[in-house]
């Protein structure tokens, strides 16, 4: 007959499950023993499902001797029990990125990173389709693949690799393979973001693909959102390219211009290569475009050449700077039924907020006085610090110093592609107000 537990054995069990790093009780644990111990309140954030561990929150560090710092690293509390596994970036602020709350090594890490990628992948499947062959396949620590990125841009796929910890030629061939296997690309192409590369101190990739279905691949593709044709360039433009963040809300904005009757004359402010505008001119009457790039500019001529077909309205492009070209046609009552503000991110960090804000309240300012009354706004954030309640409360602003009336129509965010997960608040990151003003 078995003995009732007891507080007592409850606890015996409770301290089998955390293992000091000091003493582990396997071979992998073994050899990951060597790692770093991290602050309470770091320890605390991980426990709730958090992912980061900031470089100042180190409390000790014990790697394997001299030269190239690993790329794994277990991870312990200040009282030694062990809370998993980190891709460790020695050069960024943010030291530690969670991948295991066990420990474990390079082969059962590639493993991980195989299994999780394919379950990615497998999420989005029923996002694509004819219409829509343009998705993010993988959202960094959304998707448990901290600093990994990839996006499909039609035959395309392009990998961005953002923390020290994954560049190796093991997790290259890894997702190369499985992007591969799972969707058939025309080619697998690496594509690295500048800032991260000198924050994360990461060497310059190796020129040409990860993987080609044939030599000489192309770097170029066309892909599609909402059946409308796009033209894409990976050694061009922004972030991976293009922004599939915003593909919902671009044919969100043309369905509120339709319900509301605002189908007359629209306009796209920071416009980039034409994604509101476009899918605007499905629903509008005219539609100009504004952004301070001349190079994405022409791909949006190329772009709007492309969809010439099923485009009946009048479209234009202004090179120029968005708050001039606003202040001066806000000054000289230029005035549209439909506008869109999608900025670039203006605080990069908390320190910035204070500025970020004054320019979108200055932005939507100009917008208010611009707007027809019953006027369609619809306004934007990609700066994830900037939250909802700064955001609207920037808005909210404008219009008392405008004097209008502005009516909250929905709120929304990036795409499913993109996920929110709320244990991991920087997820949420993009923010868009669809806007009445009256």
Same mark, same amino acid.
């Given at each position: 007959m078995s003995q009732p537990r007891t507080p007592h054995h409850r606890a015996k069990r409770k301290d089998a499950q955390n293992t000091p790093l000091a003493t582990p009780q396997s071979s992998v644990a073994?050899?990951?023993?060597?790692?770093v111990q991290i602050s309470r309140r770091a320890s605390d954030r991980l426990r709730a499902g958090h992912l980061w561990v900031y470089a100042s929150e180190v409390e000790a560090l014990h790697l394997p001797g001299a030269g190239e710092p690993p790329a794994l690293l277990a991870v312990a509390d200040n009282r030694g029990l062990l809370l998993g596994t980190a891709l460790y970036s020695p050069a960024s602020q943010i030291a530690l990125r969670m991948v295991a709350r066990e420990a474990i090594d390079e082969p059962a890490w590639l493993a991980l990173l195989e299994q999780r990628l394919r379950a990615a992948i497998k999420r989005r499947e029923p996002l694509l389709d004819e219409a829509n062959d343009a998705c993010r396949l993988c959202f960094s620590e959304a998707d448990e693949l901290p600093g990994l990125i990839a996006d499909k841009y039609g035959s395309l796929i392009i990998l961005q690799l953002l923390a020290k910890g994954l560049d190796s030629a093991a997790v290259r061939e890894t997702c190369a393979r499985v992007l591969r296997e799972e969707l058939a690309p025309r080619a697998v192409l690496e594509r690295p973001d500048p800032r991260m590369r000198e924050l994360e101190g990461l060497a310059a990739p190796e020129t040409g693909p990860l993987w080609a279905a044939e030599d000489g691949a192309a770097s170029s593709a066309t892909f599609h959102l909402h059946g409308l044709a796009f033209h894409y360039d990976a050694n061009s433009g922004q972030k991976t390219g293009a922004f599939l963040d915003q593909r919902m809300n671009y044919a969100a904005a043309a369905d509120w211009a339709r319900r509301l009757k605002t189908s007359g004359r629209a306009l796209d402010v920071c416009c980039y290569q034409?994604?509101?505008?476009?899918?605007?001119?499905?629903s509008c009457r005219a539609v100009t475009g504004i952004d301070q790039s001349r190079a994405s500019l022409e791909v949006a001529e190329r772009n709007l050449a492309a969809n010439r077909a099923a485009i009946g309205a009048q479209v234009d492009w202004l090179e120029g700077d968005a708050f001039q070209v606003l202040r001066d046609w806000s000054e000289s009552g230029q005035s549209f039924d439909t506008i869109v $503000?999608?900025?670039?991110?203006?605080?990069?960090s908390k320190r910035a907020v204070a500025g970020a804000l004054r320019g979108y309240k200055e932005l939507n300012l100009r917008a208010m006085k611009m707007a027809r009354p019953g006027g369609l706004l619809v306004t934007c954030s990609c700066s994830h610090h900037v939250g909802w309640t700064d955001l609207e409360g920037a808005v909210a602003a404008a219009a008392a110093d405008a004097h209008r009336r502005v009516r $909250?129509?929905?709120r929304r965010g990036a795409a499913p592609d993109h996920p929110v997960v709320l244990n991991l608040p920087e997820t949420e990151y993009l923010k868009c107000l669809v806007l009445e003003v009256e």
């Amino acid at each position: 007959m078995s003995q009732p537990r007891t507080p007592h054995h409850r606890a015996k069990r409770k301290d089998a499950q955390n293992t000091p790093l000091a003493t582990p009780q396997s071979s992998v644990a073994a050899e990951a023993a060597r790692g770093v111990q991290i602050s309470r309140r770091a320890s605390d954030r991980l426990r709730a499902g958090h992912l980061w561990v900031y470089a100042s929150e180190v409390e000790a560090l014990h790697l394997p001797g001299a030269g190239e710092p690993p790329a794994l690293l277990a991870v312990a509390d200040n009282r030694g029990l062990l809370l998993g596994t980190a891709l460790y970036s020695p050069a960024s602020q943010i030291a530690l990125r969670m991948v295991a709350r066990e420990a474990i090594d390079e082969p059962a890490w590639l493993a991980l990173l195989e299994q999780r990628l394919r379950a990615a992948i497998k999420r989005r499947e029923p996002l694509l389709d004819e219409a829509n062959d343009a998705c993010r396949l993988c959202f960094s620590e959304a998707d448990e693949l901290p600093g990994l990125i990839a996006d499909k841009y039609g035959s395309l796929i392009i990998l961005q690799l953002l923390a020290k910890g994954l560049d190796s030629a093991a997790v290259r061939e890894t997702c190369a393979r499985v992007l591969r296997e799972e969707l058939a690309p025309r080619a697998v192409l690496e594509r690295p973001d500048p800032r991260m590369r000198e924050l994360e101190g990461l060497a310059a990739p190796e020129t040409g693909p990860l993987w080609a279905a044939e030599d000489g691949a192309a770097s170029s593709a066309t892909f599609h959102l909402h059946g409308l044709a796009f033209h894409y360039d990976a050694n061009s433009g922004q972030k991976t390219g293009a922004f599939l963040d915003q593909r919902m809300n671009y044919a969100a904005a043309a369905d509120w211009a339709r319900r509301l009757k605002t189908s007359g004359r629209a306009l796209d402010v920071c416009c980039y290569q034409g994604g509101f505008a476009l899918h605007l001119a499905r629903s509008c009457r005219a539609v100009t475009g504004i952004d301070q790039s001349r190079a994405s500019l022409e791909v949006a001529e190329r772009n709007l050449a492309a969809n010439r077909a099923a485009i009946g309205a009048q479209v234009d492009w202004l090179e120029g700077d968005a708050f001039q070209v606003l202040r001066d046609w806000s000054e000289s009552g230029q005035s549209f039924d439909t506008i869109v $503000l999608d900025p670039p991110a203006f605080a990069k960090s908390k320190r910035a907020v204070a500025g970020a804000l004054r320019g979108y309240k200055e932005l939507n300012l100009r917008a208010m006085k611009m707007a027809r009354p019953g006027g369609l706004l619809v306004t934007c954030s990609c700066s994830h610090h900037v939250g909802w309640t700064d955001l609207e409360g920037a808005v909210a602003a404008a219009a008392a110093d405008a004097h209008r009336r502005v009516r $909250l129509l929905e709120r929304r965010g990036a795409a499913p592609d993109h996920p929110v997960v709320l244990n991991l608040p920087e997820t949420e990151y993009l923010k868009c107000l669809v806007l009445e003003v009256e």
